[in-house]
């Protein structure tokens, strides 16, 4: 995993980032070799080499590859701080996650992290998911933020992305004129729902993410999905956690006319749902077909095996630090709002044709 900053405690004033000398000396002393070492071995100047080692798609890539040759020559390694104190602007991108325990929210942070190595910025993370820690990053000043599922209300979105270069990963936000990368929520929850139709179910609920991220939109495509099929909608109330799956399951199975299949707005939601069905004596998917949607690691493990929608991790995170390294570039650049589609993912846990 790549090395992940929490907020540290650096002194600013008003013009931004401070230093002396003195500072600087030790840095420099304590790196070995700096980047005007690199610039003078390579025979650039300093601001080209630090174009080089940013992969500036602005630098020739023959003269690129010559810097970096010489920075591995040298046994260069940038030193961040160094940078920081040296430019007055920070390196430093700010990635708050929603809930560190969704295994798709801490995933889509690591990644982060690893995409932001390669552009010459470090990240650093904030778990609780609040406003609190967006107004932290602020005033720590670093240069950009990465919202993972978090906060819930539109208007904190809005108003974080007004301080700061900001991508909200999660929901697509362009109504609200906020950047933003997420999956086709719609076409993954039709993926799934018709899916189960087309096994044969027509007894198909559906169990909710509250105010998760594309949780509404998830719903909504379900609900129209069954009603072009003739159907009617069964919806259980959730929220993006294994209990709200284990409760939602209860509810279900107590109906008169019980669901065959279960569609579930998220992975953590599918395993609640899987696991409180064993305890009620249910067989999956015998009894009850189930499907999820993200993609947890855990899906494809023995015994669980879930049917599930695909979130494309890679192509989001480069979506989403590509967005906010262009909005750095360019502060008048045109609004981004990146959409992928996602992949229905079929195991065991859905079963075969009734």
């Known amino acids: 995993m790549g090395r992940i900053q929490l907020v540290p405690s650096l002194a600013v004033d008003s013009g931004g980032w401070t230093s002396s000398k003195g500072y600087m000396n030790e840095i420099r002393t304590h790196s070995g070799v700096t980047l005007e070492d690199v610039a ?73 992290d690893q995409a932001l190595r390669q552009t010459g910025y470090f990240a650093m993370l904030a778990v609780d998911g609040n406003v609190s820690s967006v107004r932290a990053f602020v005033d720590q000043r670093i240069a950009g933020l990465v919202l993972i599922g978090t906060p819930e209300e539109t208007d904190d979105i809005v108003s974080a992305s007004k301080l700061l270069p900001t991508v909200y990963v999660g929901r697509d936000l362009k109504a609200e004129g906020v950047e933003s990368v997420s999956s086709d929520d719609t076409l993954g929850a039709r993926l799934a729902t018709e899916y189960l139709l087309k096994l044969g179910h027509r007894e198909i609920a559906h169990v909710s993410g509250g105010h998760g991220a594309g949780a509404r939109r998830r719903e909504a495509a379900y609900r129209e999905t069954m009603r072009e099929g003739g159907l009617q909608p069964i919806v259980a109330a959730g929220r993006y956690n294994v209990d709200a799956g284990s409760a939602a399951a209860d509810t279900l199975m107590a109906r008169k006319k019980r669901p065959t299949a279960i569609f579930a707005a998220n992975d953590l939601i599918a395993l609640g749902v899987i696991s409180r069905l064993a305890w009620l004596g249910y067989r999956v998917p015998d009894d009850v077909a189930v499907i999820g949607f993200d993609d947890i690691p855990l899906a494809a493990s023995e015994p669980i095996s879930l049917t599930t929608v695909r979130q494309k991790v890679p192509d989001m995170v480069s979506a989403a630090i590509d967005t906010v390294m262009k909005r750095l570039d360019d502060p008048a650049a045109p609004i981004r709002n990146m959409v992928v589609a996602p992949e229905l993912i079929v195991r065991r846990s859905s079963g075969t044709e009734l």
């Open 40 to 112: 003078k071995a390579a025979g650039v100047s300093r601001s080209q080499a630090s174009r080089a080692l940013r992969n500036d798609p602005g630098v020739r890539e023959d003269t690129k590859a010559h810097i970096l040759a010489t920075a591995l020559k040298l046994n260069y390694t940038p030193n961040l701080a160094a940078q920081t104190l040296a430019s007055r602007q920070s390196r430093a991108i700010g990635i708050v996650v929603g809930d560190i325990l969704n295994p798709f929210e801490a995933l889509l942070a690591r990644e982060c």
